[in-house]
């Protein structure tokens, strides 16, 4: 095992690239995959819990939406036992992967198809950036063993389910979805060869395919650079803004043609894109399939109320290299928001997916059909954020401040009767001789109540309860005229401690100011 | 990076002393640690989510309640950068290490006292065993910056309050609390020397420090071995049944029985076992100083409401070595379960703690005190399950079977209907050609409901809903007669299915049998 270095006095920071989260960061989160998964298993999938470390042989050598392969993994060896050499470990660097390994080591033990549902951090050993973590969430779903579109459908709609049971009403997003085969479809016309010819033409095939990801990447930047960006990337190469120059793939311009078509064959309805990508087709057998396969899926969505309000058929999402084989698709938010700099932007892709057929082979030798979804739950909570839907703070405990330190169990009493009314509180566990800082704490806590007995209080019967939101009001406001008929402190029978604080927090809509919560 | 080496194909296991969780597994697990986290926010804790990768400097390395220090984690190095070689890495072994490193990090933003919950997995890389995992939850809450024992006390009742929120009632649990300054000063008389000498006795304290652990060790093994065991370990050795021998601590009789009387001190009350500890300890300042705070926490626990049916004050609690230095305490559960082996044994301690004092010391020179408790909460699942008080699988969802698959849309519809209406609900996306597989998919899904709808039922408006669960109990039966005025098959029009298919989910207690879930 590793020895690290002996230092008198270690450093306190996290490794580069990771981070810690606090309070309302953490609460929100668990919150919205609580609610995800709320829905994930309405939909009928069940939860699976894969260890965070696999052995680096089971989890392969490729990222999906990366394309650098066999890179980007965070692992090391085991101790060697007798005379074998340890096995070489790492942590995951998707949910993908993992259920990949275990479909096929308890496939004899699961319901097929298998619909599973997974969340938890995942972790890639790449270069850390500004907002770019080496471990983040994710929280996917999905559906293992059937072949149909009618599941890559279902994962459609339980895509949009979720993103309205997290807080973003219809209108603010919608579900673009394409088709691999589709896009085959025309790099079969681009290279002028069809479906039969395809399987003689190995070399040509091949050929082919290292071009086909050439041809993917440009097509990825249709959002950011449009038509004229992406003939140039497609044909002989673009130079942007700062003078770098960016290698064409080396089409013609008919080729080039055909592929700005296809980007922009999206119609003002699902039925006039699917009508043009049909047109644009012709005979190019696989790219038509494609193109069943998204009527299919269009009309499975309207049975069950799906319609395009909220699914659109978007010819230019590709949706990373290589990986998918069949329909892919990809929640958009459609609101724009303020970016760092202030700039109006949309706010863009949330989550994405698709299905990939060659999921369990590398184990199994078995092709197994396989599609799903991942949510960014992150990009999720800032996009809620950026709305102002979610309040930055969590809500703060009432404080019972110690006036006399002998008389804790005092404290104690009143912090246990508000506890079990179900109010969030806590007594002052600080060094109590200097009252202001009590108040201060309560300040940095975000309490919304201060409770307060000294022993004057005590020989009477009462407590003082101080309103600190109602207290900042009054000190920010000019005049103390609008405040004068509620106090911010005040005096109440020992008895009233519970119906008092809970009157506060319902006035300022804080939870805990209902009874029996 | 590592490279491993090259194989043709993968084996689908997880490595070594990791599992996969399933289903029930990981959403009970789920539940518990949200209600523990409800009882924590309630007590005035703040989540904290610390990044499960941590410089191997920052981590340390000791574990408590492991006498093997700086072993048992999982780590590797970063590449180098320049001619600057890369960090070592580890990944966490515990909650307490990080909050460590947190709490130096970030002191400045963090209120004082900082009480923090955190809750997520720790590796450990030990041999794994039967029912010992190298990855498994822990959930904890600290209380950091408070030197009062009001804190402890909060502690243990807020221990008490989370075992009832999950499942386990007064009554069938105790937190056992004990006190290091107790012990130390037991081992004061044993050793002859008080707090004053101890200071200019530098070699005899280094000499009875280390003696100090193995008569810990011995203490720790009361409640397996009673008090003729401990009285051999503590003297000249112990041989167990197998004829194995453990070596003895060494000490005279006078001395053995001195810490015997410690442990046997527990009285029919926490004030009779105080006025005990009070009467052994004599002059042994340090030790009398424990028994007040004992006392202490014991008032302001009363003050609470939290008596000595739940709080019971016990000399024999020990919780590992070195690590605490003033109150500890261990929730026990009082029921007996059935062992793998039919045996009835108690089922024992699922949670402990106490106070640490040299947290953040090693990072910033200061001594900053702490207090705080790990729930077990696999082995609360574990003694939940052990009870019978937890259902062992989930409820599956209805399955809407495949009659006809060119009407995939119309099934799609039935579902999308169930799920809108709150109720878990799939269509069947495998092969549909043999509907006795749909059925037996449904089976192995635990469905309580099959809905099935023919070109026939269509033509006529109907559907068919099967009640999986009677039909199962009427399989069963010997006779047909008590069953017979409720088929578990019957016809209903179309506009039925949501009302028809709750029905049966309320009769048979199940989720989604009531409006508006």
Chains 1, 2 share one sequence.
């Not at 060869?193 to 395919?209: G, I, P, Q, R, T």
Request: proline share 4%.
């Amino acid at each position: 095992m590793a020895k690290p270095k002996k230092t008198p006095r270690p450093k306190a920071e996290t490794p580069k690239g990771f981070r810690d989260y606090f309070g309302a960061e953490v609460t929100q989160r668990a919150e919205m995959l609580r609610r995800i998964a709320g829905v994930y298993h309405r939909y009928g999938f069940d939860a699976l819990e894969s260890s965070a470390v696999e052995t680096v042989e089971a989890l392969g050598k490729f990222l999906p939406d990366v394309d650098r392969p066999n890179e980007g993994v965070f692992a090391w060896q085991e101790d060697a036992e007798a005379d074998k050499p340890g096995d070489w470990l790492a942590l995951r660097y998707d949910l993908t992967a993992p259920l990949a390994r275990v479909y096929a080591q308890h496939q004899n033990d699961l319901p097929k198809p298998y619909r599973r549902y997974a969340m938890g951090p995942v972790w890639r050993n790449e270069k850390p950036g500004p907002g770019r973590f080496r471990q983040f969430y994710q929280c996917d779903a999905d559906t293992v063993g059937a072949p149909s579109v009618a599941a890559d459908a279902e994962i459609c709609a339980m895509l949009a389910d979720c993103l309205e049971e997290v807080g973003i009403p219809r209108g603010d997003y919608v579900i673009r979805v394409n088709n691999r085969k589709v896009l085959n479809g025309v790099l079969d016309l681009v290279f002028g060869f069809d479906a039969v010819s395809e399987d003689k033409m190995l070399s040509a095939v091949y050929d082919s395919e290292t071009r086909k990801d050439e041809i993917l990447r440009a097509i990825d930047k249709f959002d950011k650079f449009g038509s004229e960006g992406v003939a140039l990337l497609l044909t002989g190469g673009r130079k942007d803004e700062s003078g770098d120059f960016t290698k064409g793939v080396g089409l013609d311009t008919h080729q080039a043609d055909l592929v700005l078509s296809f980007l922009e064959s999206r119609g003002a309805s699902n039925a006039a894109t699917i009508s043009n990508l049909k047109n644009l087709l012709g005979g190019a057998i696989r790219g038509l399939d494609g193109v069943s396969e998204l009527e299919h899926i269009v009309h499975l969505l309207e049975a069950g109320e799906y319609f395009e309000d909220r699914i659109v058929i978007d010819p230019s999402v590709v949706r990373g290299l290589g990986y998918y084989t069949g329909p892919v698709y990809e929640a958009e938010l459609t609101f724009d928001i303020q970016d760092e700099k202030g700039r109006t932007r949309n706010f863009g892709s949330v989550a994405g997916g698709g299905r990939y057929d060659d999921l369990v082979k590398r184990f199994t030798g078995q092709e197994v059909p396989a599609t799903g979804i991942s949510i960014g739950v992150d990009r999720l909570l800032a996009a809620l954020h950026a709305k102002g839907r979610m309040q930055t703070r969590e809500d703060g405990p009432v404080v019972v401040t110690v006036m006399d330190r002998d008389r804790m169990a005092d404290y104690q009493a009143m912090v246990a009767e508000l506890r079990q009314a179900g109010i969030r509180a806590e007594v002052y566990l600080g060094n109590p001789r200097n009252f202001g800082n009590q108040l201060k704490y309560a300040d940095r806590r975000g309490s919304p109540v201060a409770v307060i007995e000294g022993g004057d209080e005590k020989a009477r019967g009462v407590i003082q309860i101080k309103d600190l939101i109602l207290g900042a009001k009054i000190a920010e406001s000019a005049t103390l005229e609008e405040w004068k008929d509620r106090p911010s402190q005040f005096e109440v029978p020992c008895d009233q401690l519970v119906a008092r604080v809970r009157d506060i927090l319902k006035q300022h809509g804080l939870a805990g100011g209902e009874a029996g919560q």
